[in-house]
């Protein structure tokens, strides 16, 4: 079964309330600025994300952005929604189908395919999609707490 949800009111999920099926959805704008953001942040400069007469020679016909810029959404996903705030990565595999291009929104959706309640571990199916087709798929793991914090007083 599948149920999309929303962030949690304590702002994440404990391993308890987790289930298969379990789905949340980000949708992100690709901006100049986002782009520009992110190669700040990442230091990298690719022609290929920041050249608009370099990347019209290249395959991809013009500018693409960072993979991993549309990856980080669905980190976006896992750190705010599902499992939320709490969560920690443990892995993450990627396969990038289409390229994304300034003024495409994505929409990243982070499913859960599996829970090991031994471990707290919780494989999450990652996807991203622009209008309707899949960019992106993978999978990560993360660790999920297993109670909440009790409130500091």
Do not use: W
Not at 11 to 24: K, P
Not at 103 to 118: K, L
Not at 120 to 130: H, I, N, Q, S, T
Request: glycine share 10%.
């Amino acid at each position: 079964m599948v149920e999309t949800v929303q962030q949690h009111p304590s702002g994440g999920y404990i391993l308890d309330e987790l289930f298969v099926g379990m789905t949340a959805e980000k949708v992100v704008d690709v901006t100049e600025d986002r782009i520009a953001r992110f190669a700040e942040a990442s230091d990298d400069f690719n022609p290929v994300h920041m050249d608009e007469a370099f990347a019209s020679k290249t395959a991809y016909r013009g500018r693409i952005a960072h993979g991993l810029l549309s990856a980080s959404f669905g980190s976006a996903v896992v750190g705010t929604i599902l499992p939320g705030a709490g969560s920690i990565y443990i892995s993450q595999t990627l396969a990038f189908h289409k390229p994304v291009r300034i003024g495409d929104a994505v929409v990243a959706r982070i499913s859960v395919a599996s829970i090991d309640p031994e471990s707290a571990r919780v494989a999450l199916r990652c996807d991203g999609y622009v209008d309707g087709e899949l960019i992106m798929e993978g999978e990560a793991v993360v660790r999920v707490p297993r109670r909440r914090r009790p409130a500091r007083g």
